[in-house]
DNA sequence: ATGTCC
């Protein structure tokens, strides 16, 4: 079936899958993701497919799983609230120093990155999480402590890991801090981080608790990592509490590194600036209660940001590329979403393998950032042409800003 | 993505 903006496709015994995805490649291995999750008997209506749509585990990164009864825990993943923060400035493109080497290290000291392993091997090079926690942290850690101790009840494993000494850090992978310029040379400050290490454990507990009810109720499905819980469960109910908590806690994590960032900036620029001019803070790891076609139901988006009317959300493409400041059209067919970044085209033992430090440095001409070997997985040719999926997408959002890096840091 | 005490 054809439609204006997206097509439908529909597999034997599942609800459709409506995908945004014109003039963009999909994987096999996806459209084999979203047929086994389609056939879960809880989706309701459809499933909703964004044009960055790639293989994760379990199901499709770059989608929005709406359910009736039921919470699929690794579809939500293990980063819970992994999202983007962005806010523009008063400062313009005139205002940066020539050389932005000063500005970069200023930004690598004032915001922990990095793993932060607490074996005994790895003491003394914890660059991860905090020594010495900066009043921002203690400031937002007041507000999520006690919903932190009622999580730690039901549990109390989450006690021992990385929380407090990790609110206001960045982690690693894709996660990054970026100083850009949008369309009219004015400068702004973006961000991606989710829950670190506190959201990672949560995720992986429920997960597996999901598995073991799935065996102990003898539940067969295509792939163990669409286990889920059942609304009414004990399981259930504590999921929702604690990913909901570390949803929380990874949207302050954004806020308290946006504050350490803006004060990194200004000892390295003199001139007296303001920020938040336009601010935006949105996941793009989650799951959260929804009113859609008449009826509550929670909604999933794995790698999707929601897009309500009106709504601005995060758009980043790779290393090298343009990213977007977008407005949500409110397109309810899409459960209100749009997509996550442009979406890998290879994995990154591929990318490591195809590509050289070379191709990278060439890559990110202009950019202050590392150009190292371990950097090579974030190369822009391992991604989709992020135009090509703005394209497929201009149903569900309309671009307000067009932003260009010129510091990027990386965990 | 995290951390190597599941």
Known sequence: ????????????DGRPIKMWTKGVPVEEEAKQQLANTSRLPFIYKHIAV???????KGS??????????????AAVGVDIGCGMMAAKTTLFA??????????????EKAIPHGMSPKTRSFKGRDKGSWESPPSAVDNAWAELKDGFDEICLKTPRLKNTNNYRHLGTLGSGNHFVEV?????????????????????????HFIELAKQD??????NLPDQDLAYL?????HYKDYIEAVGWAQKFARMNREVMML???????????KPFETHIEAVNCHHNYVQKEHHFGKDVLVTRKGAVSARAGELGIIPGSMGAKSFIVRGKGNEESFHSCSHGAGRTMSRTAAKKLYTVADQIAATEGVECRKDANVIDEIPMAYKDIDAVMLAQTALVDVVHVLKQVVCVKG
């Open 180 to 204: 850009c310029l949008d369309e009219a040379n004015a400068v702004w400050f973006m961000l991606h981080s989710g829950s670190r290490g506190v959201g990672n454990a949560i995720g992986s």
């Open 260 to 270: 350490n960032l803006i004060a990194a900036v200004r000892t390295v620029i003199s």
């Open 214 to 219: 799935m065996r102990t109720h003898f539940i």
């Open 50 to 56: 964004m044009p960055d749509v790639h293989l994760g």
């Open 60 to 73: 499709t990164i770059g989608s929005v799983i709406p359910t009736l009864g039921a919470v699929i825990p």
């Open 94 to 107: 005139h205002d940066l120093p020539d050389n932005l080497g000063p500005l970069r290290t200023a930004i």
């Open 1 to 12: 079936m054809k439609h204006e903006d997206y097509d439908v496709v529909q597999y034997k």
């Open 230 to 234: 059942p609304e009414g469960t004990q």
